[in-house]
């Protein structure tokens, strides 16, 4: 059985950091791709990172370049993403997501999901 679990979320100040873990168990990344996504209320889920399993390639979305950094441990399963000078916008709910090739952009694209774990941004 695949699992996803995230942790990390928390409410955090305006221009501070976090960091949120997805530890993965019942699949073995080779080839794959991981991502994070995130949804605020109302509104739809979004692209904000990926990361190719194999050779670390990394990919973000325009609104947290710069900010944010997506990694992973090979020992661990687990991805990470470390997010700084975060800003209220960057509220929301962040899912890590699973699929089999590379990473994708296109939430449709993964085939395994985490439950979310809450960001809040004060401003």
């Known amino acids: 059985q695949v699992q996803l679990v995230e942790s990390g979320g928390g409410l955090v100040q305006a221009g501070g950091s976090l960091r949120l873990s997805c530890a993965l168990s019942g699949l073995t990344l080779g080839s794959n791709g991981m991502g994070w996504f995130r949804q605020a209320p109302g509104k739809e889920r979004v692209f904000v990172a990926a990361i190719n399993w194999n050779i670390g390639s990394t990919y973000y979305a325009d609104s947290v370049k710069g900010r944010f950094t997506i990694s992973r441990d090979n020992a661990k399963n687990t991805v990470y993403l470390q997010m700084n000078s975060l800003k209220p916008e960057d509220t929301a709910v962040y899912y890590c997501?699973?699929?089999?090739?590379?990473?994708?952009?296109?939430?449709?694209?993964?085939?395994?999901w985490g439950q979310g774990t809450q960001v809040t941004v004060s401003s």
């Open positions: 997501a699973a699929r089999y090739g590379g990473y994708a952009t296109l939430a449709g694209l993964y085939n395994y």
